[in-house]
C-alpha cells in the first residue's frame, strides 16, 4: 500500500522526528518520577529478563552447584548467539520470510542478542529441573525476582534509558544535519554541523555533562519530584498506563519515521555518536582456524541506533506492565489520606505484613513494637491515585479506564488536593 507523500513528507520531516525522539526523553524522566513504583523497597521483578538476571548473576548454591550454573549460563549465551545468528537471521529472516532489512548480515547482532536472552530464560527453567531433582534447593531456583530493590532498580532503568534515548535522539539530530532530504531546512545549522569536528565534540561534551547531571539526580535524590511538583501534574494509574504506552508507541514511531523504513535499503549510513566513521569492524582471527572462514564483527550506525531503541523498549515495556497490573500491597504500599500512595521506608519489616495490614487504617493504628511508634510514621509518600478505593484487577483494566473518564470525582482535572 503506497502512503500519501504529503504525509510522508510531514510524518518524516526533520522537526517532526526532531519532536518525537527528544519528547521520549522527557516523557521517560515524568514517568519515572511519577511511578510510585520508583520508590518501593520490595525486591524487583521482571519477567523473562529477570530470570536472565538472577541465572547469571545471583543466587549461586555454591560448590559443584554453581559449577553446574556458570557451564549452563555459559552454554546458553553461545547457543543463542549461534541459533540467533544462523537459524534466527539467516534461516528464517533471510531466506524464509526474505526480509530485506536483514539481508547479508545486517541486524545478526541484534537477532543474537534476543535470541540469547530467549535460551538464557529456557536453559534456567532446565537448571530449576535439575535443582528440583536434587531437592531442598528451593532459595537458589531461577525466578524472575533479581535480589535487588524496586527504588534501586528503577533507578538504573532511568539511567539506561536517558543513555539509550540520548544516543537515539542524538543519532536522528545527526542524520538530519547530514542528509538532504528536506535541503531547504536548517542551512546554517547544517553548515556548521560539518564544519571540522563539532559534531563529535558536541557529543561527548553534552554527554558527559548532561549524564552526570543525570546520575547526581537520580542516585542521590537531589531533586524531589514530588517537593517540585506538589499536586499540579497529579498521576494515577490510568494516566501513568496511557503514558507508558504513548512511550512505547513514541519508541516504535522513532524506527517508522526514517527514510529507509520498512526495508532499510538505501544508501545513507549514519556515522556513530561521537565518531567520524559510519561503522566498526573487527577481525576475529580465531574463528579462521576454527570453522576455517574469516569472521567480522561489523557494527554500523543504523543498526547501533535501533539497537539501543528496542533495548530501551525492554525497559519502557517493563514500565508499562507495572501500570497496568500495580496493587500498591505487592509493592510495600498502601493507600491513605488525600488518595495517596505511601511506601513503608524499611524493607526488613515488609516480611511481616499482608495485604490486610498493609493498609493506612492497620498502619495507624498499630505501633511497632521495636520502635514503640506508630507503623505509618515509617512510610513516605509517593504518588496519587486515582480513586479513594483502589480495587483494581487486570481482567477489568479497560472498565477502570471507563470509571476514571465518565466519573467527575475519580478525574484527574478536578481532584480534589488534600490541604497541607
Given at each position: 500500500m503506497d502512503i500519501d507523500p504529503c504525509f510522508r513528507y510531514y510524518f518524516q520531516h526533520p522537526w517532526s522526528r526532531l519532536f518525537v525522539a527528544y519528547l521520549v526523553t522527557f516523557c521517560n524522566f515524568l514517568i519515572f518520577a511519577e511511578d510510585p513504583v520508583s520508590h518501593s523497597q520490595t525486591e524487583a521483578h521482571m519477567i523473562v529478563v529477570g530470570n536472565c538476571f538472577s541465572f547469571i548473576v545471583n543466587k549461586y548454591p555454591g560448590g559443584g552447584w554453581s559449577v553446574l550454573k556458570v557451564i549452563s549460563w555459559l552454554m546458553a549465551i553461545v547457543t543463542g548467539m549461534f541459533a540467533g545468528k544462523f537459524i534466527f537471521h539467516r534461516r528464517l529472516f533471510g531466506r524464509y520470510l526474505r526480509l530485506k532489512m536483514f539481508r547479508e548480515d545486517h541486524g545478526s547482532w541484534m537477532t543474537m542478542f534476543f535470541s540469547t536472552i530467549l535460551f538464557l530464560f529456557i536453559f534456567s527453567h532446565i537448571y530449576n529441573l535439575i535443582l528440583l531433582m536434587a531437592g531442598s534447593m528451593g532459595p537458589h531456583m531461577v525466578t524472575e525476582y533479581m535480589g535487588i530493590r524496586n527504588e534501586s532498580f528503577m533507578k538504573i532503568a532511568a539511567v539506561g534509558t536517558w543513555m539509550g534515548d540520548f544516543v537515539t535522539a542524538w543519532m536522528v539530530t545527526d542524520m538530519m544535519l547530514q542528509d538532504q532530504h528536506y535541503p531547504d531546512w536548517g542551512k546554517a545549522a547544517r553548515r556548521f554541523w560539518k564544519q571540522g569536528n563539532h559534531r563529535i565534540i558536541l557529543f561527548w561534551t553534552v554527554l558527559i555533562t548532561l549524564t552526570s547531571v543525570v546520575l547526581l539526580v537520580i542516585s542521590t535524590?537531589?531533586?524531589?519530584?514530588?517537593?517540585?511538583?506538589?499536586?499540579?501534574?497529579?498521576?494515577?494509574?490510568?494516566s501513568r498506563a496511557f503514558l507508558a504506552s504513548f512511550i512505547l508507541v513514541f519508541d516504535l514511531l522513532i524506527v517508522m519515521q526514517d527514510w529507509e523504513f520498512p526495508q532499510f535499503m538505501g544508501d545513507l549510513d549514519m556515522n556513530l555518536p561521537g565518531m567520524s566513521t559510519t561503522q566498526l569492524k573487527f577481525k576475529l582471527p580465531v574463528c579462521k582456524s576454527i570453522f576455517k572462514e574469516e569472521y567480522h564483527i561489523h557494527i554500523t550506525g543504523k543498526w547501533f541506533n535501533y539497537g539501543i531503541i528496542f533495548l530501551v523498549l525492554i525497559l519502557d515495556l517493563n514500565m508499562w506492565k507495572n501500570q497496568i497490573f500495580y496493587k500498591p500491597y505487592e509493592y510495600g504500599q498502601y493507600v491513605g489520606p488525600g488518595e495517596k500512595i505511601f511506601t513503608v521506608e524499611e524493607p526488613h519489616t515488609l516480611g511481616d505484613f499482608n495485604r490486610s495490614t498493609l493498609t493506612y487504617k492497620w498502619r495507624s493504628s498499630n505501633v511497632d513494637p521495636l520502635t514503640n511508634r506508630?507503623?505509618?510514621?515509617?512510610?513516605?509518600?509517593?504518588?496519587?491515585l486515582s480513586a479513594p478505593e483502589y480495587k483494581p484487577h487486570p481482567l477489568n483494566f479497560k472498565k477502570s479506564i471507563i470509571l476514571n473518564i465518565n466519573k467527575p470525582h475519580m478525574s484527574i482535572s478536578r481532584r480534589c488536593l488534600p490541604v497541607h
Open positions: 535524590d537531589w531533586i524531589s519530584w514530588d517537593n517540585l511538583n506538589r499536586g499540579f501534574l497529579p498521576s494515577d494509574e490510568v506508630l507503623n505509618k510514621e515509617n512510610t513516605v509518600i509517593s504518588g496519587l
